[in-house]
């Protein structure tokens, strides 16, 4: 067995292990919302980085996984495992009916619309009756942090080796790239960008939506404001550009820095809560211009060069002055 694989089983054995490692409550929850932030960074990114189109209305979905989850619990009396699945297919409803017009539009013209989009829909759950409109809906109480990391734990986990055998090392992945490369010349292959670019919306909006409705049953209160609002696109789209886009590794480290950084301002700056947006709006210039590949992007591509220079000939290293040796 190689030593890379060997390195992943000794690190999931970590993962399974942290609630008997971690015993207080405050830090597992911290890992757990970590978690969560993983799986939202790294389904963005497959619209985004992968694909090629920005997606600025991401949380509709983590929103709608919430809200179904929430009703279905409150309203029609469901377990919370019945609502898992209704909560994905509805996310994946709503990504087909938004998908079809608004990815026809390119560029700025597509973010817009998804952001306008997402701004629509909070606006309807909150003047909704059965959504609790502003006030929010209230889930039964299960006081059970242990449950809650393992579940997250598996729908990221999930998510994460899905998502890599399919743009990694399925034909989807080289498809996708095309169409994020040049569409027409996709088409002229023979692809349907269209097609491609619906099934990639749909990758990226069912994980969310299963990730919403969790959530919503871990905090057991949610309002459109905490599910719908801007901070869980925004907040999704810094981690995956400073972590690197197009790479699933780069998503995943910029969301642990990134929420480990939102936890730590918040516990001990919250009197300064809004230099956080300026920080967090600070941090995403910084990425675009001086990391443009993202921070695993930049590390892999210092070790691609290092790995290049130690195997170039020496003789190709020497000045145009002659042979340094002579």
């Known amino acids: 067995m190689s030593r890379k694989y060997l390195l992943l089983i000794l690190f999931c054995g970590i993962l399974l292990a942290v609630p008997s490692i971690v015993r207080d409550t405050f830090y597992l929850r911290i890992v757990t919302e970590a978690f969560m932030w993983i799986g939202l960074a790294i389904s963005w990114d497959v619209l985004a980085g992968y694909t090629g189109y920005l997606n600025f209305g991401h949380g509709i979905f983590f929103g709608v996984g919430a809200y179904t989850t929430s009703i279905l619990m409150n309203l029609c009396g469901w377990s919370f495992f019945m609502t898992l699945p209704v909560s994905a297919l509805v996310a994946a409803v709503v990504a087909v009916i938004a998908g079809i017009p608004t990815l026809r539009l390119k560029g700025a013209y597509f973010a817009i619309a998804t952001w306008a989009l997402a701004r629509a829909i909070q606006q309807m759950v909150l003047v909704a009756s059965f959504t609790g409109g502003p006030d929010g809906m209230r889930l039964p109480p299960f006081l059970h942090p242990g449950f809650f990391y393992y579940t997250m734990l598996i729908v990221v986990g999930g998510v994460f080796a899905l998502n890599w055998f399919l743009l990694e090392k399925a034909p989807f992945g080289l498809k996708v790239k095309a169409i994020r490369e040049d569409d027409q010349s996709a088409m002229s292959l023979g692809l349907n960008p269209t097609k491609i670019k619906l099934q990639a919306f749909l990758l990226s909006a069912v994980p969310a939506g299963i990730l919403g409705a969790i959530y919503a049953y871990w905090i057991t209160y ?82 691609q060069s290092d790995k290049a220079l130690k195997h170039e000939p020496v003789s190709s290293r020497s000045d145009d002055k002659g042979d340094p040796h002579v």
């Open 222 to 303: 949610i309002d459109p404001a905490s599910v719908l609002g801007d901070m869980v696109t925004d907040q999704a789209v810094v981690m995956a550009v400073f972590g690197g886009l197009g790479t699933l590794i780069g998503p995943a480290i910029g969301a642990v820095i990134i929420f480990l950084f939102k936890t730590y301002f918040w516990a001990y700056l919250s009197d300064y809560q809004v230099l956080y947006l300026i920080i967090l709006g600070g941090v995403i210039a910084a990425s675009v211009v001086f990391l443009p590949n993202g921070l695993w992007g930049t590390i892999t591509s210092y070790r």
